[in-house]
């Protein structure tokens, strides 16, 4: 087992969950593992609106894995790439980007469903297993049907129990946050459980009282850091003040960061 992916899947523990604020470049990556963090995750949708492009496998493959690369290379801690869909038409195409993700050292992944049928997204987690062992790179396979179905339990339980079972490392359903429902995910799921969070969202103290393993804040940080800018330039024109920026991070700091 790689040292990275191992760090990653130790990190992994029901009741003591892993907390990401997900990042999306290399500053972002950078300010993540400068303030504590032991993992830096990345966010698909910050990721492609810094390249210019919209969320939803739209970024060129290349560019994604570059991105990847680029954060690796600037973090001593284990990395985890939200690689949306897998930016493949078919198994053939997830198995390439994982071959890309995997030479870039990345040690984990979310791979999404867009609420494929099971046996489609089963063949494509299976081709990205079949690239990238689990001593290699930590799968955690992200169910979308509260985010894009009706969010019905019953179906994310026997999709999480599907993907398990094919070889996902972990199972994440982003829209899910009522924490019964969530404990009785975790009961029934044989594989870490990873839960999306935003404000008003259960606190990761909650989270942890009924198992859950990891916690992500997605594309959250890129939002709030753009709604920053637009609130600036608002300001800036309507008012001619600048207090939207007064929590800066200093110039020196954030350079330091970079210089190291």
């Known amino acids: 087992m790689t ?16 907390v990401l604020a997900n990042a999306w470049d290399v500053a972002s990556a950078r300010v993540a593992e400068e303030a504590g963090s032991p993992v830096v995750a990345t966010t698909s949708a910050g990721v492609a609106w810094s390249l210019g492009a919209p969320d939803g496998d739209t970024l060129d493959r ?5 991105a990847v690369r680029r954060v690796v290379a600037a973090v001593k801690v284990p990395v985890t790439a939200d690689i949306e869909s897998g930016f493949g038409a078919d198994p053939a ?11 870039a050292g ?22 990205a297993r079949a690239v990238a062992p689990p001593e290699v790179l930590f799968i955690n396979a992200r169910i979308d049907t509260y985010l894009r179905g009706g969010g019905d339990f019953e179906e994310a339980v026997a999709r999480a129990e599907a993907y398990v079972a094919a070889g996902a490392d972990g199972i994440f359903v982003p829209g899910l946050i009522d924490p019964a429902a969530i404990g009785a995910l975790v009961a029934r799921v ?3 459980v990873n839960i999306l ?4 969202a259960p606190s990761v103290a909650e989270l942890a009282k009924v198992g859950v393993a990891r916690v992500s804040l997605g594309s959250g940080v890129a939002e709030a850091a753009y709604a920053v800018m637009r609130k600036a330039v608002r300001e800036a024109l309507s008012e001619g003040t600048y207090t939207s920026i007064g929590e800066a991070i200093p110039y020196g700091d954030l350079n330091g960061l970079l210089s190291a």
């Open 3 to 18: 040292e990275q992916a191992a760090l990653l899947r130790s990190l992994h523990v029901p009741g003591s969950p892993l």
């Open 62 to 66: 290349e560019l994604a894995v570059d």
């Open 93 to 103: 195409g997830v198995a390439e980007t994982i071959r890309g993700i995997v030479a």
């Open 106 to 127: 990345a040690a984990g992944i979310n791979l999404e469903d867009e609420v494929r049928p099971i046996p489609e997204y089963v063949a494509r987690l299976t081709a």
């Open 190 to 192: 044989n594989a870490p």
């Open 197 to 200: 969070v935003w404000p008003g």
